[in-house]
């Protein structure tokens, strides 16, 4: 027994000690962070006990988001010994702090495992003994201790297990007849799939140790504001590619399917796996593996996988794919450089009897980012404009709803289109230094009315372009209000080489024509449309540590064009929408959304009927929301010629083509866009 004890004194000992060893890496990127946040920042924090106490809540929200690892009796331990002190951890560069969070979530993860190895044997218990209990989100909480957090494993088995079940089936007697019949096999099942979710967090970032470095790092950053991150390399690149007009890609997309595997979801037309002919949707992704570097893909994440494909180092690499009707099979392929699929625009005709409008979904402010002066959306949005013209349209909705954002430079030059000169949005810095930034270029690309669609994910780069408009009164704007968040984000490397990473670092924040911010609060549209997501509290108000709305003086009084007469277009929307069936059901599910779901406060049970009734429950509001869309809309969605003559030699691009028309047909927001705007313009 001695000995025993001795081997695992010992055995930990070396664990510490390796740790340490490592830990200069992480303090000399932490060190780097925190005097690049320092320097840059637009509103830098001081290191002082306030920090440490917020950074200490974030970090274990960053380890354990869900609450199921740590136990209330390590957060104690943590919380005794950690709360205030991180603070001089840092300013005296010391990071052995570090090794008791990377031991104590190694030590949950073992537990949690021991615990789901265990209910293999173990039937599961649907007599209503055990309670299921939920709670809104900020009211999650974690377990008392080891005895508990076992429980709740076999309750999350059990609840998956009987919500899979229904989802396969609408019957409550099918569902129980397949419980008798396959528990045992469907349970192992989950299992399997929660032991590899406990995997890919050990495995994440390169192991478990650099998992617990970057959530630190991670938090130090979001205590500055909710946009400043710590990012690797590989986070650079797919941040990059999303803001991107061109990427060097294969051209594939990927998901993690029901079973766990990770499998080729989509390939992009034109791209090399397209070109290739041998992937194809479905496929199961094995292995990837370029040059000296492999990724074997079992109990990892999608994020990974997308992260080692787009590597900057891996231009071509091996595919190794079961194929969907069972052969196991290697594809290498090359990348190659094609227009990021999302990040495009097309323009489509709204028409009735002989009046036209033109419709432009903006999906995001995309730029290239090779040049300084390269093209990106704006100029994208003026060709299809051009295109529309030719078609005599009357006036133009542009939808941006969902648009996060993106390059502010294409957001001013965007904006520029829409006015003859002027101020677009006032910048200030962190050192206080205010500059007014202008239309770039003289004269207009369109002069004809315009409409403008936002909604509760509207962000950043969309609020300053629809909030220009709106300033100037050059649009109406129409839908939910915006996200709120008026800031600016650069990358910068934390030293010479790239070693230590990079960070995106809140740098300045801007503000409209007329000196205030729309920073925190959001564009308030002329004209609100109801929406499920009203009660969603998600936006930047709703974020620790954002940064609050204030004002600059102007140093350029803009010239605004005539305050568009919105009274009597809002007066006819309620009318509309009040008598429409649609929006009536969005506002009825919204509510039952919100309080079933959203806010739900319950304890139940754990039996098959009480899984069974709340799952199908929120499978019916889930069918309800995805059927809400327009019966008969009131006009054609057409192409533009130009587009109609690309479809001719275009197949693959023509059915992608026809599912958008669809959606615009449907889309109840986009023809409620529609009357408004011609309302303006017959009036």
């Not at 809540?57 to 960053?62: A, I, K, M, R, V």
């Not at 009357?394 to 430079?409: A, F, P, Q, V, Y």
């Not at 220009?468 to 109406?476: F, K, L, T, V, W």
């Not at 300045?508 to 549209?525: A, E």
């Amino acid at each position: 027994m001695q000995k025993i004890s001795f081997f695992f004194f010992f055995f930990f000992g070396v664990v510490i000690s390796n740790y340490g060893q490592k830990n200069e890496a992480f303090c000399a990127e932490l060190e780097a962070l925190s005097q690049t946040v320092a320097e840059l920042h637009y509103q830098a924090k001081p290191i002082e006990d306030s920090l440490s106490a917020a950074v200490f809540s974030l970090f274990l929200e960053n380890l354990d988001e869900d609450k199921r690892l740590f136990n209330q009796e390590q957060i104690a331990n943590f919380k005794e010994k950690d709360y205030l002190k991180l603070d001089d951890y840092i300013k005296n560069n010391d990071c052995r702090f570090l090794n008791t969070y990377i031991l104590q979530l190694e030590k949950s993860i073992a537990h949690a495992k021991q615990s789901l190895e265990k209910l293999r044997e173990q039937p599961l218990d649907f007599s209503g003994t055990l309670k299921l209990k939920f709670s809104p989100e900020n009211k999650h909480h974690y377990s008392k201790n080891e005895a508990t957090q076992t429980t709740y494993w076999k309750k999350r088995i059990s609840y998956e297990l009987i919500t899979n079940l229904t989802e396969e089936d609408s019957l409550l007697s099918s569902v129980k007849k397949t419980l008798a019949e396959e528990q045992h096999e469907r349970k192992n099942k989950l299992i399997d799939q929660q032991l590899c979710l406990l995997e890919e967090t050990s495995n994440q970032f390169g192991g478990l140790q650099k998992f617990v470095e970057k959530q630190f790092l991670n938090a130090f950053a979001h205590y500055q504001d909710p946009h400043t991150t710590y990012l690797d390399r590989s986070d650079k690149v797919s941040f990059e590619t999303h803001i991107a007009s061109n990427q060097a890609t294969f051209g594939i997309y990927t998901t993690k399917n029901n079973d766990g595997e990770i499998e080729i979801a989509q390939i992009i037309p034109g791209s090399s796996a397209f070109k290739n002919n041998k992937l194809e949707e479905g496929d199961i992704l094995k292995k990837l593996f370029s040059k000296n570097d492999e990724l074997v893909v079992s109990c990892v994440s999608n994020r990974e996988v997308v992260n080692f494909m787009n590597n900057e180092d891996h231009q071509e690499t091996t595919f190794r794919v079961k194929k969907k009707n069972g052969p196991i099979t290697n594809v290498k392929l090359t990348k190659t450089v094609i227009k990021v699929e999302e990040n495009s625009t097309r323009g489509y005709l709204l028409q009735h009897n002989d009046q036209q409008v033109g419709y432009l979904k903006i999906p995001g402010f995309y730029t290239d980012l090779e040049s300084p002066n390269g093209l990106g959306v704006a100029n994208d949005v003026a060709k299809e404009i051009f295109k529309l013209q030719q078609e005599k349209i009357e006036g133009l909705i542009l939808d941006l709803r969902n648009n996060g954002g993106g390059s502010m430079k294409e957001a001013i030059t965007l904006s520029g289109m829409f006015i003859d000169k002027g101020p677009i949005s006032i910048v200030k810095t962190h050192k206080g230094n205010i500059s007014t930034l202008r239309d770039p270029y003289r004269g207009k690309v369109f002069e004809k009315p315009v409409l403008i669609l936002v909604n509760q994910f509207s962000a950043s780069a969309s609020e300053l372009f629809a909030g220009a408009m709106q300033d100037y009164h050059r649009a109406i704007i129409v839908g939910s209000p915006t996200y709120g968040k008026s800031t600016v984000q650069s990358i910068f490397p934390l030293d010479q080489n790239d070693e230590l990473g990079f960070s995106k670092i809140t740098i300045q924040k801007f503000y409209g024509i007329n000196g205030s911010t729309h920073q925190f609060k959001g564009i308030q549209p002329d004209i609100v449309l109801p929406s499920v997501y009203d009660n969603l509290k998600r936006g930047e108000r709703y974020l620790p540590y954002a940064l609050a709305s204030d004002s600059v003086e102007i140093q350029l009084e803009p010239k605004k064009l005539a305050a568009i007469p919105t009274l009597p277009l809002q007066k006819n929307s309620k009318q509309r929408v009040s008598a429409n069936k649609s929006f009536d059901t969005i506002q009825k599910l919204r509510e039952v959304f919100t309080n079933e779901y959203l806010e739900k406060e319950t304890e139940y049970a754990l039996t098959v009927e009480n899984i069974f009734n709340d799952i199908s429950a929120f499978q019916k509001l889930i069918n309800q929301l995805n059927e809400v869309k327009t019966e008969n809309a009131s006009y054609q969605v057409k192409n533009t010629s130009s587009t109609n003559n690309l479809l001719i030699f275009n197949p693959d691009d023509k059915e992608l083509n026809e599912k958008i028309t669809k959606s615009i047909a449907e889309d109840i927001y986009i023809e409620e866009a529609y009357f408004i705007l011609t309302d303006f313009i017959n009036n």
